[in-house]
């Protein structure tokens, strides 16, 4: 196991649309395990491969437990090749959302709060999952990546978008409001 780079807004392999996976080998599952372990070191809920540089449809989602008590998926480890949102339901609803390419933004992104997904897991035999609340958010975020979408493009207010900064002196994290737009 390996913690990998995660590449950061500018990279234009953020922007590809990335590739269906047909060979489920020993490379696929050696990946795998990689973003899991580069997941969790970064403490992150979710990622797609192409944030670790590779543009092939594999994303990896665990949403933590601490938090989501009443979720019976919190703190389950998703692994999905090729996932595809079959059917989303509900009112849009705004929340929060960050990304490990993005580092230090929080962006309010409105989502759609109950998808199923579709997909194979790392042997190829298909999967489904119904996925509700926070966790449908985290999924439609991770695939938006294999199609070359970040969260920002679902922003077209700045006031929707604040900046995480440290304050090195008080040991505190605040935010403040951002002037534009990101681009990238
Ligand atoms: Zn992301």
Redesign the pocket.
């Known amino acids: 196991m390996a913690v990998l780079d995660i590449i950061l807004l500018g990279d234009a392999r953020l922007r590809k649309k990335s590739k269906s996976i047909r060979r489920f080998d020993g490379k696929l599952k050696q990946l795998a395990e990689d973003m899991v372990e580069t997941m969790r070191h970064a403490n992150g809920v979710?990622?797609?491969a192409p944030?670790v540089g590779i543009n092939i449809r594999l994303i990896v989602v665990e949403m933590p437990e601490e938090g989501f008590e009443e979720d019976p998926n919190a703190g389950k480890l998703f692994v999905v090749a090729n996932p595809e949102i079959v059917r989303l339901r509900g009112e849009k609803v705004a929340g929060d959302?960050?990304?490990?390419?993005?580092p230090g933004y929080i962006g309010e992104v409105e989502r759609q709060p109950v998808a199923t997904i579709k997909g194979q897991d790392l042997n190829g035999k298909p999967i489904r999952i119904k996925a509700t609340g926070y966790l449908a958010r985290i999924f439609q975020?991770?695939i938006?990546?294999l199609n070359g979408v970040?969260?920002i493009d679902h922003i077209d207010d700045p006031a929707k978008l604040r900046r995480i900064v440290y304050d090195a002196e008080a040991d505190e994290y605040y935010e403040e409001p951002v002037a534009a737009l990101m681009e990238g």
Do not use: N
């Open positions: 979710g990622l797609a944030q959302e960050g990304c490990l390419s993005i975020h991770e938006d990546h970040l969260f």
